[in-house]
């Protein structure tokens, strides 16, 4: 079956410090993945994608993340964090097929330390 | 990446009353948009797959008469909350697939709180 786990429901880091998000995945072929930025009572802000090549992805404030097949994960990592960070991280995989479903991990919410 | 706009971002209601809730595509012809719902500290569940021009895709569980999709254009989707009541409160996220980039954008979405 299709999944994505998020294993980490709450990560606390403080300000500054580098901050890693885990994502790994269950899926039949080759996923697109994603990872989604949701600040309090926002809609979801595309951070970065991986469809294939580089394996190490950058993205925006910051963000990369790495595909690691073997592994079936899609970390999320940032080398020091932000107050402004602090916000709901969700990894998502789909087939980007018309109709297809793109499937979400149940989230990290990311609190950050002054 | 492709632009979403939502309409109204936040309403309030009274029990009974129905709510209809704008989704567009700014600068993309979307002929797919899909439907989400997130209750509090949780991750998005897809109610329904909105298509251009036809009838939309619910999700198991998702009332069609409850919810009634509309998708009569390339750039607006419409849900509507048909007699709504407490429960259905809620943040409503619309989001269209860009094909030119094959990626997936949210609207800001829509919170709904039925009195």
């Known amino acids: 079956a299709q999944s994505v786990t998020q294993p980490d429901i709450h990560i606390t880091v403080s300000e500054g410090a580098s901050l890693e998000l885990r994502c790994n995945y269950s899926?039949?072929?080759?996923?697109?993945l994603f990872w989604y930025v949701q600040s309090p009572g926002q809609g979801l802000q595309l951070l970065l994608k991986?469809?294939?090549?580089?394996?190490l992805v950058q993205g925006i404030k910051g963000f990369e993340a790495e595909f690691k097949r073997s592994q079936s994960s899609f970390n999320l990592r940032k080398p020091s964090v932000h107050w402004s960070d602090a916000a709901e991280y969700f990894c998502?995989?789909?087939?980007?097929?018309?109709?297809?479903?793109?499937?979400f991990g149940k989230g990290t919410r990311l609190h950050i330390l002054p | 990446g492709a632009v979403v706009s939502q309409h109204p971002s936040w309403v309030i209601c009274k029990s009974g009353t129905s709510v209809k809730i704008e989704c567009r595509s700014l600068?993309?012809?979307?002929?797919?948009m899909f439907w989400y719902r997130q209750f509090p500290k949780q991750s998005l569940m897809l109610m329904a797959t909105?298509?251009?021009?036809?009838?939309?895709?619910?999700e198991q569980g998702v009332e069609k008469d409850k919810f009634l999709i509309n998708h009569a254009s390339l750039t607006l989707s419409t849900l509507t909350v048909t007699s709504a009541h407490p429960e259905d409160s809620s943040f409503y996220i619309c989001?269209?697939?860009?094909?030119?980039?094959?990626?997936?954008?949210f609207g800001p979405g829509t919170r709904l709180l039925v009195l």
């Open positions: 998502a995989v789909g087939p980007m097929n018309r109709d297809d479903k793109i499937i």
């Open positions: 899926y039949g072929a080759t996923p697109y």
């Open positions: 991986y469809f294939s090549g580089d394996t």
């Open positions: 600068d993309f012809q979307a002929t797919t």
């Open positions: 909105s298509n251009e021009g036809s009838k939309a895709t619910y």
């Open positions: 989001s269209t697939r860009d094909w030119r980039e094959e990626t997936q954008y």
